[in-house]
T-cell receptor, first 113, second 114 residues
Framework: GEDVEQSLFLSVREGDSSVINCTYT??????LYWYKQEPGAGLQLLTY?????DMKQDQRLTVLLNKKDKHLSLRIADTQTGDSAIYFC?????????????FGTGTLLAVQP | DTEVTQTPKHLVMGMTNKKSLKCEQH?????MYWYKQKAKKPPELMFV???????INESVPSRFSPECPNSSLLNLHLHALQPEDSALYLC?????????????FGSGTRLTVV
């Protein structure tokens, strides 16, 4: 199947760390992604991780990948009110020369001042 | 140019109208995609074009008709839509095949069918 699951909602205080979790399905996925969507806007690619990596850090963002459990997480350090948005993990499914990006259910991050 | 441009940003159409959504990119990407997104839901894949040929149709009703006239342009022709087709329609592009490094999305067309 192509179900990619996330918890629906996360509320944190400004300055705290946020951890958003994702469980994916396809163990052959080469890349896994995190996208951010602000209200009324399109999707912004935040970061991605290659499947032979366990961790990737990019400024305030840390991605952890547990391939055995098919678990992906995004940690945002020093969360700011501007980080309030919906966060989607996404997984690539390959079909020969064609691939398709399938999104998780999305996590709404609310940052309280 | 690292953008995907979608027009129009907003569209209101009646159920008997015919309209088209347009998408353009100049990043040299040879794969282009249409997604549909309902409120508070993840984007759902509709169509995939690879080298200007339709390679995936996710069982989309025929009232949605995609077209890829060249490697930079992707259209979505709309005819006889229903109110439940109201949604945000997102276009994306990427390199073809493995090692894509991600899709680049446009800001979408918000469609309302009345």
């Amino acid at each position: 199947g192509e179900d990619v699951e996330q918890s629906l909602f996360l509320s944190v205080r400004e300055g705290d760390s946020s951890v958003i979790n994702c469980t994916y399905t396809d163990s052959s996925s080469t890349y896994l992604y995190w996208y951010k969507q602000e209200p009324g806007a399109g999707l912004q690619l935040l970061t991605y991780i290659f499947s032979n990596m366990d961790m990737k850090q990019d400024q305030r963002l840390t991605v952890l990948l547990n391939k055995k459990d098919k678990h992906l997480s995004l940690r945002i350090a020093d969360t700011q009110t501007g980080d309030s948005a919906i966060y989607f993990c996404a997984e690539i499914f390959y079909g020969g020369a064609t691939n398709k990006l399938i999104f998780g259910t999305g996590t709404l991050l609310a940052v309280q001042p | 140019d690292t953008e995907v441009t979608q027009t129009p940003k907003h569209l209101v159409m009646g159920m008997t109208n015919k309209k088209s959504l347009k998408c353009e990119q100049h990043m040299g990407h040879r794969a282009m995609y249409w997604y549909k997104q309902k409120a508070k839901k993840p984007p759902e894949l509709m169509f995939v074009y690879s080298y200007e040929k339709l390679s995936i149709n996710e069982s989309v009703p025929s009232r949605f008709s995609p077209e890829c006239p060249n490697s930079s342009l992707l259209n979505l022709h709309l005819h006889a839509l229903q109110p439940e087709d109201s949604a945000l329609y997102l276009c994306a592009s990427s390199q073809v095949g493995q090692g894509t490094g991600g899709y680049t999305f446009g800001s979408g067309t918000r469609l309302t069918v009345v």
